[in-house]
């Protein structure tokens, strides 16, 4: 099974400054990785697949980036409503796993 | 507007069987994707249980594959999830969810997600 770690486990952001989360994976995904943001008490929504396009009515400021075991996600300047918990998934391997999750919260 | 949402007892004891349901809304299940399960425990991360596609085949995580029993009824748009032989460790919020490639296609992303529905499993 592939593991998937996540870092920092909390990262701490004003509104307005650019948050960068990592993904490491336990061996190569090629670039079989999505992105999911969830706010609290709600479902976690589908930010980025394939490791960089962005999914369906997702602004322009999540950007994803990365390949084989090391994938980042970029938000480039935070709005009040991005703070929650963001989690990275694998689908290059059976079964599908996710990471621990990185909160990103209010500074 | 595609709309999934769990229905089920919120409470099921030790050793016995935890049943949900997923209606689709919005969208025939007959037309395509994989339809499946992700799990939450209270305060961790999300597990995927497990997928099936229209036809009844279905994805199983190996972890929960001996317990575990999906199946679909397109007539009546949804799916279920059966989990047996149940422990405190299966408390989780549970999701259901719609599998794609990022493409409308079937796929291993879950790009529709339900609110979750809270089992908590104790005697």
């Known amino acids: 099974e592939i593991v998937l770690t996540q870092s920092p486990a909390t990262l701490s952001v004003s509104p307005g400054e650019r948050a960068t989360l990592s993904c490491r994976a336990s061996?190569?995904?090629?670039?079989?990785v999505a992105w999911y943001q969830q706010r609290p008490g709600q479902a976690p929504r589908l930010l980025i697949y394939?490791?960089?396009n962005r999914a369906t009515a997702i602004p322009a400021r999540f950007s994803g980036s990365g390949s084989g075991t090391d994938f980042t996600l970029t938000i480039s300047s935070l709005e009040p409503e991005d703070f929650g918990v963001y989690h990275c998934q694998q689908r290059s391997n059976w079964p599908f796993t996710f990471g621990p999750g990185t909160k990103v919260d209010i500074k | 507007q595609v709309q999934l949402e769990e229905s089920g007892p919120g409470l099921a004891k030790p050793s016995e069987t935890l049943s949900l349901t997923c209606a689709v809304s919005?969208?025939?299940?007959?037309?395509?994707?994989?339809w499946g399960w992700i799990r939450q425990p209270p305060g961790k991360g999300l597990v995927w249980i497990g997928s099936?596609?229209?036809?009844?085949?279905?994805f199983h995580n190996p972890s929960l594959e001996s317990r575990l029993t999906l199946s679909i009824d397109t007539s009546k748009n949804h799916f279920s999830l059966k989990l047996a032989s149940v422990t405190a460790a299966d408390t989780a919020v549970y999701y259901c969810v719609r599998g794609t490639d990022g493409y409308n296609n079937q796929g291993w992303y879950f790009d529709l997600w339900g609110r979750g529905a809270l089992v908590t499993v104790s005697s």
């Open positions: 919005g969208f025939s299940i007959s037309d395509g994707y994989y």
């Open positions: 394939d490791a960089s």
């Open positions: 061996q190569s995904i090629s670039t079989y």
């Open positions: 099936i596609f229209q036809t009844g085949q279905s």
